[in-house]
C-alpha cells in the first residue's frame, strides 16, 4: 500500500477536474490551505475551480494571493457530478462543506481530506489527518515537502497565512518548534510575513469595534463566576445596524477567557431566527474540553481550547442548552 501522501500523489494526477471549496465562516486556515493547493493544482496546468461554499469571505481574507479567483457559488450552485477530484480541505464533516443541504458526493466523485480537526471521522476516500497539527496548512507544508512540490511564494505565504491564524499567532498549546521550523522556512521564502499578518489583523470595518462593544457590555458570569457569557440577541444587534461576525465571536470569547477565574469564555450571537452562533474558548483545555461541550450541545464541534456550535434555536433555549451541557459535563461546577 503506497503511503498516503503518495495516493494523494496519485488521485492528484489521474483527476482531470478538480474542486476545492471554503468551508461556512472561513478562516486564514481555510483560505490560506485551499489558495495554496489551488495554486500548486495551477502550476501543474490542472483544471480547478474554487468556490466559496455558503460564507463571503471578509476583507482581510481577500488580500491572501489568488483570493480574486474564488468563485462565488456554493456546493448546491455547481454541478458536481462535473469532477472527479473533490480536495477538502480543513473540514471536520461534510457539513463543513455547506450546511445548507445534506452533501452527497456523486459515486464518481474523488474525495481527499486534508484535516487536522480532533472530530475528523475521516470521511474522504484519502484521509490525512493530524489532530496534533495547529492547521491544515501546516498538515500541507509537510506533504508538499515529502512531494517534493515546489513551495512558492504564493504558496509560502498562504501557508504562513494559515499556521499564524490557526496557532492564535503561535500561542495555542497546538503550536511546537515544528511549526515554527515550518514557519522558518516559509518566511524564507516569502519575507513580507509582517505584511501579511498586517493585512489579516488591519482590514476591519467599523462594525466589527462597535459588535465588540455591544458584546462587551452584556457579560454575565455563571457557575460561581467560572463561566463567563456574552449573549446578543438579534433585535439588539438589529437595532445598531450590525450583523453577527464570526471573528468577533471568537475575539469576544478570546477575551472572555483571559479573566483570572473565567474558565470558560462563551460568545452567542442571535444571527437569525433560530440560528444561534456560538463560540467557546477556554484558559484550561485539560479541565474543561470545549470541543466535548460544544459537541454535548449536539450542534457544535472542534477543538479542546477552542469550539464553536450553530444552534438551530432562539437564544434564550440556546443558552439554555449550553448551561445545561457544562453542567452535565463538569458537575464539580455546581449549580449555574
Ligand atoms: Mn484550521
Known amino acids: 500500500m503506497p503511503s498516503i501522501p503518495q495516493q ?18 472561513p478562516d486564514a ?11 500548486y493544482l495551477k502550476s501543474i496546468n490542472k483544471d480547478v475551480t474554487l468556490i466559496s461554499g455558503d460564507s463571503n469571505l471578509s476583507p482581510n481574507l481577500m488580500t ?25 480541505l480543513d ?3 461534510t457539513r463543513q462543506i ?13 474525495t481527499i481530506v486534508v484535516d487536522h480537526h480532533a472530530s475528523n471521522t475521516g470521511f474522504g476516500q484519502i484521509n490525512l489527518i493530524d489532530k496534533t497539527s495547529p492547521a ?42 515544528k511549526t515554527f521550523s515550518i514557519c522558518a522556512k516559509l518566511t524564507k521564502i516569502a519575507p513580507n510575513f509582517s505584511q501579511t499578518i498586517f493585512n489579516l489583523e488591519n482590514n476591519d470595518r467599523p462594525e466589527r469595534p462597535k459588535l465588540l462593544g455591544l458584546h462587551l457590555n452584556n457579560i454575565k458570569t455563571y457557575f460561581n463566576d467560572r463561566v463567563a457569557i456574552s449573549a446578543l440577541p438579534q433585535k439588539l444587534v438589529y437595532k445598531n445596524n450590525l450583523n453577527s461576525d464570526d471573528s468577533v465571536n471568537s475575539e469576544i470569547a478570546n477575551t472572555l477567557k483571559s479573566v483570572v477565574g473565567w474558565e470558560i469564555g462563551i460568545s452567542m450571537i442571535e444571527a437569525g431566527k433560530n440560528k444561534v452562533k456560538v463560540s467557546f474558548r477556554t484558559r484550561d483545555s485539560e479541565k474543561f474540553d470545549v470541543a466535548a461541550i460544544a459537541s454535548a450541545t449536539g450542534f457544535g464541534g472542534g477543538h479542546m481550547a477552542a469550539a464553536g456550535a450553530l444552534i438551530p434555536q432562539p437564544l434564550t433555549k440556546a443558552k439554555r442548552l449550553v448551561l445545561r451541557a457544562i453542567s452535565r459535563l463538569h458537575p464539580e461546577l455546581g449549580k449555574a
Open 8 to 25: 494523494i500523489k496519485s488521485a492528484i494526477d489521474k483527476s482531470r477536474h478538480v474542486l476545492l471549496h471554503l468551508h461556512p465562516g
Open 29 to 39: 486556515d481555510s483560505v490560506g490551505s485551499v489558495l495554496a493547493f489551488f495554486h
Open 64 to 88: 491572501l494571493p489568488g483570493a480574486d479567483q474564488i468563485l462565488s457559488k456554493n456546493y448546491f450552485d455547481i454541478e458536481v457530478k462535473d469532477y472527479d477530484l473533490f480536495i477538502i
Open 91 to 93: 473540514s471536520s464533516e
Open 98 to 110: 455547506s450546511k445548507l443541504k445534506k452533501v452527497v458526493f456523486p459515486k464518481a466523485l474523488n
Open 136 to 177: 491544515t496548512c501546516q498538515i500541507l507544508f509537510e506533504l508538499f515537502t515529502e512531494l517534493k512540490i515546489k513551495i512558492t511564494s504564493e504558496i509560502a505565504t498562504c501557508l504562513f497565512a494559515g499556521i499564524y491564524a490557526d496557532s492564535g499567532g503561535f500561542k495555542y498549546s497546538s503550536t511546537s518548534s
